[in-house]
Nanobody
């Protein structure tokens, strides 16, 4: 039974940066794509970014391309989301997820197709 636990959320001013971490336990996720979704108040949970089992392939939502970077360290069983040039519209609860397949699988399956979820970490960007 695998578990994902996010950390690193908080309050930041527009233009600032944050790095989220997602630590996995309970099983090896070495064959899973891992990444991030987010959910703003009153909105659907949306895909943000994902990387392949070895981090060599990544996939991003258009809204975060060029600003966010997803990476993973399999030795630590941890995935990261470096968020730069943050905007107020990035305010959301960010959820870590894992799914069998590649990073595009995470995007294509969406929130209803993930195999594992974390409980989320809140990111608030003030204007």
């Amino acid at each position: 039974q695998g578990q994902l636990v996010e950390s690193g959320g908080g309050l930041v001013q527009a233009g600032g940066s944050l790095r989220l971490s997602c630590a996995a336990s309970g099983r090896a996720f070495s064959t899973y794509a891992r990444g991030w979704f987010r959910q703003a108040p009153g909105k659907e949970r949306e895909f943000v970014a994902a990387c392949s089992w070895n981090g060599g392939s990544t996939y991003y939502a258009e809204s975060v391309k060029g600003r966010f970077t997803v990476s993973r360290d399999n030795a630590k069983n941890t995935v990261y989301l470096q968020m730069n040039s943050l905007k107020p519209e990035d305010t959301a609860v960010y959820y870590c997820a894992a799914v069998q397949g590649g990073p595009n699988t995470m995007f294509e399956k969406g929130q209803y197709g993930m195999d594992y979820w974390g409980k989320g970490t809140l990111v608030t960007v003030s204007s």
